[in-house]
């Protein structure tokens, strides 16, 4: 028989892992079969195993073959559990006690005796018992209820030990299993799915929302793992007749905690994670089918990532395509695989020929495993300095904070309560009517969050008459006449009994039995077949009534109440609870309402005042268009009168030319001043278009003075009188001036005439200029005569 001898050694990757190999005894039922052992350990670690050559072999791969494989440790079948422990966990219990984290986990195929070797059998109570009491350690005792009792054994030296200021050692334990690629919490069956997260700063996955149980002895953490072994998914299947259907995770993190030389708290945790995984199977040798199959499958999914994952950590290259997320399990061994846990990996082997290649795998994936690096730098964890003061600052105010918010909560309850009792109005279907209103942009009034809205503010529904006026008759008269009725009265010690402050509807939930309430309120004593009752109850109809006070509108509240189960059959107490609870929800739901009207009354008072910016900017707008516009009209005006004037200075020029028989330079005359002239000079006239008449030929220079127009004729207003006399003034001055005395009379006669034209045909064109232009008038008038 051809033979490899020492084929396949690799060096053990330092003390901070250790790979190792166990045999199991073959089953009497193997026996049975005429099974034989393929494997043998060498020298306590090395394991090899036989191919038997096939019936009829030709080719080179059917004939047979010993591969030799050296671990850290192999053990056979004749090997104890403790002495298994004792090589292999054990080891690393001084390494828990100073704070490093630690994997343990069996793997193999089904049946191979990793839940043998993890857990023990199921004698394993008796063992442990006798172990504890000092007993030879037992054979069937496993890995993990060995392990709690030496770190139990090691937490009280630690404890005893203690020389550190306020240290302290605390053990807490957790149970998970990964089912179907599901988590799930062994001490929490209903939990399903549970998720796996990763603390980005320490690395370190855990699983959220995971129990952890405190522990004082292993006694305890055995009672916790019983519990959960009968949690996890275990079913009989061709090969074990309690094949494990999930992959069981027990985690305990022990947490060493004391104070410095500053006063501040220092932790140290370390986590111990001992695993026991499902086993890898053929379905062509389970001859599982439906869910088993399905269980099949998804477990050797698993452990493939996990294999997957071992090769690419074993070749130091390719360390960073570890694809942890594969799996839920490769993702929850994360922080174990990739370096920050001391980690111990024991393959199991079912010896019998019939399972040559699992445990051939099982062997070839073991000894690849080995080649995993571990860096103790990272292993450890450290020590998180925590400030008291800080710290205690920070919880205070949190505190603080929670007692503010419960404040307000029980205000809110407290305002639910009135309006349960009648006292105002409750917003129908919990508000969420208005809401939507809101919502839908249709504006509300809605009042301080602090006061509380009186009955007038929302109209009564119709159709529905409030109990609350009835009840607040009785309220009336029940302050007046009660104080030594609530003097007696104690708040209900049921679960839900939370007010501090006496509630009028709490009160009457009392053992007191002699307070009796009015009718109206729905009370009454006990029924006499009730005499064993201490309390006494509510009539279902005042339940109701309660209920329906909150129905203003639709019985929604009160369909709500018994939607969320309120069962009117329940006791007295949890009745009060449940109403109770409504009220809690109602006061919630009030809460995110106000919160919600007070964001869109913020939003609506910002798009008023952004409206009322805008407004003022349109306005300004505004006003300048008008002012541009009336600047507009008064050139217009202006031009309209420069033209007139311009016209009627040349038909008037005309006309004296055409009376006198002049022509104008005869009479301009040499050198002496034209009376446009005069007028500018005197700052009358104005322009050049004067200045240029004395030496121009054409007629246009020769315009006569223009009239001057006031800022205010454009709109209509008459010139002042006191500019006219002025230039009537300045213009005979100038007359008299330039051509010397004249016959008056002649003069104003045919100015007069002139000017009189000059009016009727001002006035005949509704002008208002009249005076003006008879002034203009009376000045050429008088040029002519002169
Ligand atoms: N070292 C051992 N000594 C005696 N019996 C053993 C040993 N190992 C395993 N067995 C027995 O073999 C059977 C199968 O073992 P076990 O249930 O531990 O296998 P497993 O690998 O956990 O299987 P699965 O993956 O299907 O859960 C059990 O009856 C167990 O008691």
Same mark, same amino acid.
């Given at each position: 028989?051809?033979?490899?001898?020492?084929?396949?050694?690799?060096?053990?990757?330092?003390?901070?892992?250790?790979?190792?190999?166990?045999?199991?005894?073959?089953?009497?039922?193997?026996?049975?079969?005429?099974?034989?052992?393929?494997?043998?350990?060498?020298?306590?670690?090395?394991?090899?195993?036989?191919?038997?050559?096939?019936?009829?072999?030709?080719?080179?791969?059917?004939?047979?073959?010993?591969?030799?494989?050296?671990?850290?440790?192999?053990?056979?079948?004749?090997?104890?559990?403790?002495?298994?422990?004792?090589?292999?966990?054990?080891?690393?219990?001084?390494?828990?006690?100073?704070?490093?984290?630690?994997?343990?986990?069996?793997?193999?195929?089904?049946?191979?005796?990793?839940?043998?070797?993890?857990?023990?059998?199921?004698?394993?109570?008796?063992?442990?018992?006798?172990?504890?009491?000092?007993?030879?350690?037992?054979?069937?005792?496993?890995?993990?209820?060995?392990?709690?009792?030496?770190?139990?054994?090691?937490?009280?030296?630690?404890?005893?030990?203690?020389?550190?200021?306020?240290?302290?050692?605390?053990?807490?334990?957790?149970?998970?299993?990964?089912?179907?690629?599901?988590?799930?919490?062994?001490?929490?069956?209903?939990?399903?799915?549970?998720?796996?997260?990763?603390?980005?700063?320490?690395?370190?996955?855990?699983?959220?929302?995971?129990?952890?149980?405190?522990?004082?002895?292993?006694?305890?953490?055995?009672?916790?793992?019983?519990?959960?072994?009968?949690?996890?998914?275990?079913?009989?299947?061709?090969?074990?007749?309690?094949?494990?259907?999930?992959?069981?995770?027990?985690?305990?993190?022990?947490?060493?905690?004391?104070?410095?030389?500053?006063?501040?708290?220092?932790?140290?945790?370390?986590?111990?994670?001992?695993?026991?995984?499902?086993?890898?199977?053929?379905?062509?040798?389970?001859?599982?089918?439906?869910?088993?199959?399905?269980?099949?499958?998804?477990?050797?999914?698993?452990?493939?990532?996990?294999?997957?994952?071992?090769?690419?950590?074993?070749?130091?290259?390719?360390?960073?395509?570890?694809?942890?997320?594969?799996?839920?399990?490769?993702?929850?061994?994360?922080?174990?695989?990739?370096?920050?846990?001391?980690?111990?990996?024991?393959?199991?082997?079912?010896?019998?020929?019939?399972?040559?290649?699992?445990?051939?795998?099982?062997?070839?994936?073991?000894?690849?495993?080995?080649?995993?690096?571990?860096?103790?730098?990272?292993?450890?964890?450290?020590?998180?300095?925590?400030?008291?003061?800080?710290?205690?600052?920070?919880?205070?105010?949190?505190?603080?904070?929670?007692?503010?918010?419960?404040?307000?909560?029980?205000?809110?309850?407290?305002?639910?309560?009135?309006?349960?009792?009648?006292?105002?109005?409750?917003?129908?279907?919990?508000?969420?009517?208005?809401?939507?209103?809101?919502?839908?942009?249709?504006?509300?009034?809605?009042?301080?969050?602090?006061?509380?809205?009186?009955?007038?503010?929302?109209?009564?529904?119709?159709?529905?008459?409030?109990?609350?006026?009835?009840?607040?008759?009785?309220?009336?008269?029940?302050?007046?006449?009660?104080?030594?009725?609530?003097?007696?009265?104690?708040?209900?010690?049921?679960?839900?009994?939370?007010?501090?402050?006496?509630?009028?509807?709490?009160?009457?939930?009392?053992?007191?039995?002699?307070?009796?309430?009015?009718?109206?309120?729905?009370?009454?004593?006990?029924?006499?077949?009730?005499?064993?009752?201490?309390?006494?109850?509510?009539?279902?109809?005042?339940?109701?009534?309660?209920?329906?006070?909150?129905?203003?509108?639709?019985?929604?509240?009160?369909?709500?109440?018994?939607?969320?189960?309120?069962?009117?059959?329940?006791?007295?107490?949890?009745?009060?609870?449940?109403?109770?609870?409504?009220?809690?929800?109602?006061?919630?739901?009030?809460?995110?309402?106000?919160?919600?009207?007070?964001?869109?009354?913020?939003?609506?008072?910002?798009?008023?005042?952004? +409206?009322?910016?805008?407004?003022? /900017? $349109?306005? &300004? !707008?505004? %006003?300048?268009?008008? @002012?541009?516009?009336? *600047?507009?009209?008064?050139?217009?005006?202006?031009?309209?009168?420069?033209?007139?004037?311009?016209?009627?200075?040349?038909?008037?020029?005309?006309?004296?030319?055409?009376?006198?028989?002049?022509?104008?330079?005869?009479?301009?005359?040499?050198?002496?001043?034209?009376?446009?002239?005069?007028?500018?000079?005197?700052?009358?006239?104005?322009?050049?278009?004067?200045?240029?008449?004395?030496?121009?030929?054409?007629?246009?220079?020769?315009?006569?003075?223009?009239?001057?127009?006031?800022?205010?004729?454009?709109?209509?207003?008459?010139?002042?009188?006191?500019?006219?006399?002025?230039?009537?003034?300045?213009?005979?001055?100038?007359?008299?001036?330039?051509?010397?005395?004249?016959?008056?009379?002649?003069?104003?006669?045919?100015? +007069?005439?002139?000017?009189?034209? /000059? $009016?009727? &045909? !001002?006035? %005949?064109?509704?002008? @208002?200029?009249?005076? *003006?232009?008879?002034?203009?008038?009376?000045?050429?008038?008088?040029?002519?005569?002169?």
């Amino acid at each position: 028989m051809p033979m490899k001898s020492a084929a396949k050694t690799a060096s053990i990757a330092g003390s901070n892992m250790l790979v190792a190999v166990r045999l199991r005894p073959l089953s009497a039922k193997e026996k049975a079969l005429g099974e034989t052992s393929v494997c043998e350990v060498i020298n306590g670690n090395i394991v090899a195993i036989t191919k038997r050559k096939a019936a009829g072999a030709v080719l080179k791969s059917e004939m047979g073959s010993v591969n030799e494989y050296q671990f850290d440790e192999a053990f056979d079948e004749r090997v104890s559990q403790e002495a298994v422990y004792a090589r292999t966990a054990k080891r690393l219990i001084p390494s828990v006690l100073e704070g490093f984290n630690v994997t343990v986990f069996a793997y193999g195929a089904t049946g191979s005796g990793k839940t043998h070797t993890m857990m023990g059998s199921e004698r394993q109570d008796a063992a442990r018992e006798a172990a504890l009491q000092g007993g030879e350690a037992s054979a069937i005792c496993g890995i993990i209820p060995l392990t709690l009792i030496d770190i139990f054994a090691g937490l009280g030296v630690k404890r005893a030990q203690a020389s550190l200021p306020n240290e302290q050692w605390k053990l807490f334990v957790s149970y998970l299993e990964v089912y179907n690629e599901k988590v799930r919490d062994l001490f929490a069956p209903d939990s399903y799915n549970l998720p796996v997260q990763e603390d980005p700063k320490s690395g370190i996955v855990g699983v959220g929302r995971l129990s952890s149980k405190p522990a004082k002895n292993a006694d305890e953490v055995m009672a916790l793992l019983r519990f959960g072994n009968a949690n996890r998914r275990t079913h009989a299947t061709d090969a074990n007749a309690t094949s494990s259907r999930s992959h069981a995770v027990l985690q305990l993190l022990m947490r060493q905690e004391w104070s410095n030389s500053k006063g501040k708290a220092v932790v140290r945790e370390s986590r111990v994670n001992l695993i026991d995984l499902a086993g890898s199977e053929r379905a062509g040798k389970t001859n599982n089918r439906g869910i088993r199959l399905q269980e099949g499958a998804n477990i050797n999914r698993s452990l493939l990532a996990l294999a997957n994952c071992i090769n690419a950590l074993s070749q130091g290259s390719s360390r960073k395509n570890a694809k942890y997320r594969d799996s839920k399990l490769t993702h929850l061994l994360k922080s174990s695989l990739s370096g920050a846990c001391k980690l111990i990996i024991i393959a199991n082997i079912n010896p019998s020929h019939d399972m040559f290649e699992d445990s051939h795998n099982t062997l070839k994936y073991a000894n690849r495993a080995k080649c995993m690096k571990i860096d103790p730098k990272v292993v450890r964890l450290r020590e998180q300095a925590v400030a008291w003061p800080a710290r205690e600052k920070a919880i205070r105010m949190q505190n603080e904070a929670k007692v503010a918010e419960n404040d307000v909560l029980k205000e809110q309850v407290r305002a639910l309560q009135d309006m349960l009792n009648g006292n105002c109005p409750v917003l129908p279907q919990g508000g969420r009517g208005v809401l939507e209103k809101m919502a839908g942009g249709q504006k509300m009034e809605v009042a301080d969050d602090s006061a509380v809205p009186t009955r007038k503010q929302v109209p009564a529904s119709p159709t529905h008459s409030c109990p609350g006026d009835r009840k607040q008759a009785f309220r009336k008269r029940r302050t007046q006449s009660s104080s030594a009725l609530e003097s007696r009265s104690k708040p209900a010690r049921g679960s839900y009994a939370r007010k501090s402050e006496p509630n009028p509807h709490l009160n009457i939930i009392s053992e007191d039995r002699s307070i009796t309430g009015a009718p109206e309120f729905g009370f009454e004593e006990a029924a006499p077949e009730e005499e064993g009752i201490k309390l006494p109850y509510i009539r279902k109809t005042s339940e109701k009534n309660l209920m329906d006070i909150s129905d203003v509108s639709d019985g929604s509240a009160h369909e709500a109440l018994l939607a969320a189960g309120f069962d009117q059959d329940a006791p007295v107490v949890d009745r009060v609870g449940m109403l109770e609870d409504r009220m809690m929800d109602m006061a919630q739901s009030r809460k995110n309402m106000m919160e919600y009207i007070t964001g869109l009354q913020r939003q609506a008072a910002e798009a008023e005042s952004r +409206g009322q910016r805008e407004r003022e /900017r $349109a306005e &300004k !707008a505004e %006003a300048m268009v008008k @002012e541009q516009n009336e *600047m507009l009209t008064r050139l217009r005006a202006e031009m309209e009168l420069a033209s007139d004037n311009a016209a009627q200075a040349s038909s008037d020029r005309d006309e004296v030319m055409a009376r006198t028989g002049m022509d104008f330079a005869d009479l301009i005359g040499d050198g002496a001043p034209s009376p446009i002239e005069s007028l500018e000079v005197n700052g009358m006239g104005g322009g050049k278009v004067q200045r240029k008449a004395r030496g121009a030929s054409s007629l246009e220079s020769k315009t006569p003075p223009r009239r001057s127009i006031s800022p205010s004729e454009g709109n209509g207003a008459r010139p002042m009188g006191g500019g006219r006399k002025i230039v009537q003034v300045k213009a005979e001055a100038n007359r008299r001036e330039a051509f010397g005395p004249v016959d008056d009379n002649k003069g104003r006669a045919a100015a +007069g005439a002139a000017g009189k034209g /000059r $009016a009727a &045909k !001002a006035a %005949a064109e509704g002008g @208002e200029n009249d005076d *003006m232009f008879s002034l203009q008038g009376h000045a050429f008038a008088m040029q002519a005569s002169g």
